[in-house]
């Protein structure tokens, strides 16, 4: 099945490039898949390095801003207002990529996105641990474990302090 592209991710990928201007030069384009996971393409002309391969300095800021979407987007449905952050991570890269990218961030588990919303609503911060990948030839390429923080506008903690939304 082809991934399916929606108008909230067509803002959020003007938002991030506008946003954070060094991720222009990856030219990439976010989607979602079967699972609800978020999809990065990027292709590899605008990602090379001297080898031939895609740059590693590439791969990592696409995997860091496919997991980043994904917090983006679980806030949306949240109806949160949050910055997000990320906190920890860590990538391996097992085999060069000489394709297009293709970075996967794979939807958390039900019970993961409850807690990260428990969290939020009482503490004003909550974190969500995510996994992206990178397939090339039918083989994994690259696996990045990230750990983000969302931190609630201070709009929000004063609509959960006070029980009240904005006047």
Not at 41 to 57: E, R, T, V, W
Not at 89 to 100: F, G, H, K, V
Request: proline share 4%; aromatic share 4%; glycine share 8%.
């Amino acid at each position: 099945m082809a991934p399916r592209v929606h108008d909230g991710l067509k803002q959020l990928e003007q938002l991030i490039t506008e946003k954070m201007p060094i991720t222009q030069h990856l030219e990439f384009s976010l989607s979602t898949g079967e699972g609800e996971e978020i999809i990065a393409s990027a292709p590899l002309k605008a990602n090379l390095n001297h080898m031939g391969s895609a740059f590693g300095g590439s791969i990592s800021m696409l995997t860091a801003l496919t997991g980043w979407a994904m917090v983006h987007t679980l806030l949306d449905e949240m109806r949160h207002k949050a910055q997000i952050l990320i906190q920890e991570s860590d990538i391996e890269y097992l085999q060069p990529i000489r394709d297009d990218l293709r970075v996967v961030c794979e939807r958390p588990e039900e019970s993961a996105v409850e807690r990260f919303h428990d969290m939020l609503e009482r503490w004003g911060r909550a974190r969500l641990d995510l996994k992206c990948k990178i397939d090339a030839a039918g083989e994994r390429a690259v696996t990045f474990i990230g750990r983000y923080v969302a931190l609630a506008s201070d709009e929000e903690l004063v609509e959960a302090a006070t029980g009240k939304g904005p006047a």
